[in-house]
């Protein structure tokens, strides 16, 4: 059932006590869950205007992802239990090289065609091919891991270590050992694409084809029926998901809400559910009748993002001092009512080490290091953020900015749009020494941080750290426990010594919605996941 934009529009503004919307504004509330249910929804952070694995830069592009696609596995509500997606069971040899994954039989796309081993040999091998170029943020590292991946870029050449045994079934062979490998195929990046659609696609054009852009075909749970650019998606159940079909028959994903605005929509049903809200809400929405609210413990981080390629930045006396001059405690106290851990180096590493500096506040010390540093204290020294996108980023800066002027430092921010800042970041041109950053996955595993560093084709922070790498890589190439925590402790001394990001504090996510929203709904700690069971999400009441 299509919704004109207008028609939504005036069934926002007259539902105003409920908070769960109609397919259409002449039908009552469906309280059983069955055809005509519909939510709007939210998860307040920047979309990526496009779909599919080529177009995964944020949270939010996963959340959308996990309706539209599925991968070979996913993971459970505890973030660390791997459950069947397309692949029902899989076998790994001992060295962690090997990995046998056994498909669904009977899954078809959502344009009918069947879905079958072919698909996912395709899939890795076109990443292959393609590079990191076909990419507009996270990138398909496991991949590229493949016997023969590297062989591939930029050719159209097969990839040896993947092959399809049967119709069914799926061999992979990497080149080096990786005990994350399974884990990390969770990810939306990994998501699996139709051969069928995508096998003429070039690598300079992959994210502009009609697929990318309008038209996903996937074999997720949902199917996208309307896209109104900036302001929502609309999503109709597929009644052929092999998980089965979804119990709400249309969800609206909104785009750019405005924290400011988020407790009025909720308070008036122009929302159902809001993840990743303000923790400064939390008084206000917890006073709202039929809406529950819950802090869920995040493994996300606050960083800031250093350009070590920067001119201003490129001394790491200078990257000492600001993570000196900020008090971090009183920050998370006073903006975010103490919802958070502070962390000294990225999550995910043992922080317990008595090697790292925990970088307590010292605003003499920073004044020490900048003066050491020997840094032109007059200059303007630019950091760059998405403004109105994550609601804690605009009240953080000014915070950040006044410690920093406190010890010196000509701080001046620079708000940007997401697609600014996104294309700055990426930018081989450091213009920002610094910005401010989120990872809503690095808890999860001291590995989930290595996608942000590469020493032969430096990215993110452009930090070049070859024997960093070669530990993480060591890390990954073993299933001795003592062996990965040995080479994970010397990665977090070298993260805490050099400083390419300021890890500030790991977070605690603010997250509310209708309480007719129930079934298998559920916040993940990494809440960018929690759609990966939303067929059996159900609205009552």
Not at 329 to 340: E, Q
């Amino acid at each position: 059932m299509v919704l004109r934009r207008a028609r939504l529009s005036a069934c926002l503004a007259l539902l105003a006590a409920t908070a769960t919307l109609v397919a259409a504004c002449g039908k009552s509330s469906d309280t059983t869950s069955q055809p005509g249910t519909s939510l709007t929804f939210t998860r307040l952070g920047i979309n990526t205007a496009g779909f599919g694995p080529s177009n995964q830069s944020t949270g939010n592009d996963a959340v959308v992802n996990s309706l539209l696609f599925s991968n070979l596995v996913k993971v459970g509500p505890d973030e660390k239990s791997i459950i069947p997606d397309l692949a029902q069971t899989w076998e790994q040899s001992p060295d962690a090289k090997e990995f046998t994954f056994h498909l669904r039989q009977g899954v078809t796309w959502s344009d009918g065609q069947p879905f079958t081993a072919g698909d996912v040999v395709f899939t890795i091998t076109q990443a292959a091919q393609f590079g990191p170029t076909a990419y507009v943020g996270y990138q398909p590292t496991q991949w590229r891991q493949v016997v023969g991946a590297t062989e591939a870029k930029g050719t159209k050449n097969p990839v040896s270590g993947v092959t399809a045994l049967d119709e069914h079934t799926v061999k992979m062979t990497l080149a080096a050992p990786n005990a994350e490998f399974i884990r990390n195929l969770t990810d939306a990046v990994y998501s699996i694409v139709p051969k069928h659609l995508l096998q003429d696609a070039a690598a300079e054009n992959v994210r502009t084809v009609e697929f990318s852009k309008s038209k996903p075909v996937g074999t997720g749970p949902y199917v996208l029926e309307k896209a109104v650019p900036d302001q929502y998606l609309q999503f109709k159940a597929n009644p052929k998901y092999f998980g089965g079909a979804p119990k709400i028959a249309t969800l609206f994903f909104k785009l750019n809400v405005k924290p400011e605005s988020v407790a009025a929509q909720l308070q008036y049903g122009e929302l159902g559910m809001v993840l990743n809200a303000a923790a400064n809400d939390a008084p206000a929405l917890s006073a709202i009748k039929g809406l529950t609210t819950k802090f869920v413990v995040s493994p996300a981080a606050q960083f800031l993002q250093f350009r070590t390629d920067h001119a201003q930045a490129k001394d790491v006396r200078v990257r000492q001092a600001i993570y000196y001059a900020i008090d971090r405690r009183a920050m998370l106290k006073n903006l975010f009512g103490g919802n958070g851990e502070i962390r000294w180096v990225l999550p995910g590493f043992n922080q317990d080490d008595a090697a790292l500096d925990r970088y307590d506040y010292n605003a003499d010390k920073a004044k020490q290091l900048l003066a050491a540093s020997g840094l032109d204290l007059g200059q303007p020294f630019k950091i760059s953020y998405a403004q109105g996108v994550d609601p804690a980023w605009d009240q953080m800066m000014p915070a950040i900015q006044k410690y920093l002027k406190d010890v010196g430092l000509n701080a001046v921010l620079e708000p940007l749009d997401s697609a600014a800042w996104s294309a700055a970041n990426a930018s081989k041109d450091a213009k920002y020494p610094m910005t401010v950053n989120a990872g809503g996955s690095m808890g999860l595993s001291p590995d989930r941080s290595s996608g942000y560093f590469n020493c032969k084709a430096p990215l993110s922070s452009f930090y070049a750290n070859c024997e960093m790498d070669g530990l993480y890589a060591q890390a990954r190439g073993t299933t001795d426990a003592s062996t990965r925590a040995d080479s994970y402790k010397q990665v977090a001394q070298i993260l805490n010594r050099d400083v390419p990001m300021v890890a500030l504090w790991q977070t605690t996510t603010y997250n509310a919605w209708t309480s007719k929203l129930g079934g298998s709904f559920q916040v993940f700690p990494n809440d960018r996941d929690s759609a990966f069971n939303v067929n059996g999400w159900t609205l009552v009441g």
